[in-house]
């Protein structure tokens, strides 16, 4: 079964260093999202991302996220300046389409930041 | 807005014995709800769905939830626990409209004894 992968699984950062984190989403999907886990609270959802556009953020994501897909597999998330409360679970996920297809998810990215 | 409320932090249950997960939910419209399973490491899996057809719905390794408007619950149920269930489970609802937002549940992590 396609899978979303995500790297790289680990991430360690210095605070106000630029991090990239990683994403192939499933070849034919079209729609692709980024969520976050904090330790111990909710997946909260950061942004999503059709036809090279943004088409919902949330409040999170602030000036200092960044998303691209810079060629026809990659979709990354670019956070400019890591502040220590950016440290968190981040998730990829994919959708075939934005009614009735559900999110897949990729195994996430631990970033640490220090 | 939409909002989804996990009753129980922790559930411990033996093997072989039936697992509850509680969900409720509250939506401004008519909501799409869906179970998701985190095993350590791993990413977040699709354990079932429901999108306004039927209200007891089937998922995979034989949970099921049953959406209840009236009670505005959508609890997770299985007959007979098997040690490899033992993880996080979200509980996650999204606006009909689009599957773009989805708000999570705090989890409810699934201990199970042999």
């Known amino acids: 079964e396609p899978e979303v992968t995500q790297t790289p699984s680990h991430q360690v950062t210095q605070m106000g260093q630029e991090v990239i984190l990683r994403c192939v989403p499933i070849?034919?999907?079209?729609?692709f999202y980024w969520y976050r886990q904090i330790l111990g609270q909710k997946v909260e959802f950061l942004v999503s991302f059709y036809n090279n556009e943004i088409s919902e953020k949330s409040e999170i994501f602030d000036d200092q996220f960044s998303v691209e897909r810079p060629d026809g597999s990659n979709f990354t998330l670019k956070i400019r300046s890591t502040k220590l409360e950016d440290s968190a679970m981040y998730f990829c996920?994919?959708?075939?389409?934005?009614?009735?297809?559900?999110?897949?998810f990729g195994n996430g990215t631990r970033l640490t930041v220090t | 807005a939409q909002s989804v409320t996990q009753l129980d932090s922790h559930v411990s249950v033996s093997e072989g014995t039936p697992v509850l997960l509680r969900c409720n939910y509250s939506?401004?419209?008519?909501?799409?709800l869906f179970w998701y399973v985190q095993h350590p490491n791993k990413g977040l899996q699709l354990l079932l769905k429901?999108?306004?057809?039927?209200?007891l719905v089937k998922g995979i390794n034989g949970f099921e939830a049953e959406f209840k408007k009236s009670e505005t619950s959508f609890h997770l149920t299985k007959p007979s626990a098997h040690m490899s269930d033992a993880a996080e489970y979200f509980c996650?609802?999204?606006?009909?409209?689009?599957?773009?937002?989805?708000?999570f549940g705090k989890g409810t992590m699934l201990l199970v004894s042999p």
């Open positions: 070849s034919n999907h079209l729609y």
């Open positions: 429901y999108t306004s057809a039927a209200t």
């Open positions: 996920a994919s959708s075939a389409s934005q009614i009735n297809s559900p999110l897949h």
């Open positions: 996650v609802v999204s606006d009909q409209a689009g599957y773009s937002t989805l708000t």
């Open positions: 939506s401004s419209y008519s909501p799409s």
